[in-house]
């Protein structure tokens, strides 16, 4: 048991390994416990290996079965946290393939279960999820919702989840609604995500020329719940410089989540639709191929 534990944590610590190496721990961390017959120690293996689903896009549907079967065993032996965490994934899994009815049934639940336990974070992300709904649906009040949302999260210490997360998700909202007129955005703290957005917001100020110099600085993106949205909005800023060489490489990167929305994945914002992308970038590239 211990051994599994451990191979659990260090899973936990490799998320996203480009070697494996954290991918193999989980795969062992889970052998060990399921012969261990311990519910608590599966369920913390099963956390591992979920963190292990990032290595490409589109991999919402392998997350939504590692959830599945994570809230069978929570439920089964009353392990409340882990019953929480699966909702949230299997929220994150819906909304991330547009199945907004499965989405808003885990949402729920993961809330029933804050309000019975009194439980403070689940809300906060429930909040998020609910702004990027209105967000998909079109609502005029998806930009209000997404403050209301970052301000809530605000208070509760979560550094990494919050910093820049709003602008990124109005930025995403902006996209969708006018494409043309990304303003208004410049000044808010961009935190980790300033490289994927600032090409384009120096293009909407019509700095042409720095905004290339921005895209060629643009760094690999970390395998994470928001890797196809950073490629999207990368995509964007390649269209809009007609970067062929960034084109080609993106198309191929986000191609495996074509049926996935960008970004809602992380189950708090959406930059709409990949396969909206790849056929911009297709068509983009296939005009080249004419010329």
Request: glycine share 8%.
């Amino acid at each position: 048991a211990e051994r599994a534990r451990l191979l659990a944590a260090i899973a936990m610590e490799l998320r996203a390994d480009p070697d494996g190496r954290g991918g193999d721990a989980a795969r062992e961390a889970e052998r060990l416990a399921r012969s261990a017959a311990d519910p608590a120690l599966l369920a913390f293996a099963l956390n591992a290996r979920y963190l292990q689903t990032f290595q490409r896009a589109g991999l919402a549907p392998e997350r939504a079965v590692i959830a599945a079967e994570l809230l069978d065993l929570a439920r089964e032996h009353g392990l409340v946290p882990y019953e929480v965490l699966a909702h949230l994934i299997l929220v994150q899994s819906a909304a991330a393939l547009a199945d907004f009815d499965a989405a808003d049934r885990n949402a729920d639940a993961a809330d029933a279960l804050a309000d019975r336990y009194d439980l403070p974070l689940p809300g906060v992300f429930t909040d998020w999820y609910r702004a990027l709904r209105l967000a998909e649906a079109g609502s005029p009040d998806a930009e209000n919702a997404y403050r209301r949302a970052a301000a809530r999260l605000a208070g509760t210490g979560m550094r990494g989840v919050e910093h820049g997360l709003l602008p990124l998700a109005l930025l995403g909202l902006r996209l969708r609604t006018a494409p043309a007129a990304v303003t208004g955005l410049s000044d808010m703290d961009w935190g980790p995500y300033e490289p994927w957005a600032r090409p384009l917001l120096f293009l909407a100020e019509g700095r042409r020329d720095e905004a290339g110099r921005a895209a060629r600085d643009i760094p690999p993106s970390p395998r994470d719940l928001l890797f196809e949205a950073r490629g999207c909005l990368h995509a964007e800023v390649a269209l809009r410089l007609d970067d062929r060489t960034a084109m080609r490489r993106l198309r191929d990167d986000l191609e495996p989540a074509a049926g996935e929305l960008a970004g809602a994945a992380s189950g708090m914002l959406t930059f709409g639709p990949v396969r909206a992308y790849l056929d911009r970038l297709t068509e983009a590239l296939t005009a080249e191929s004419r010329t």
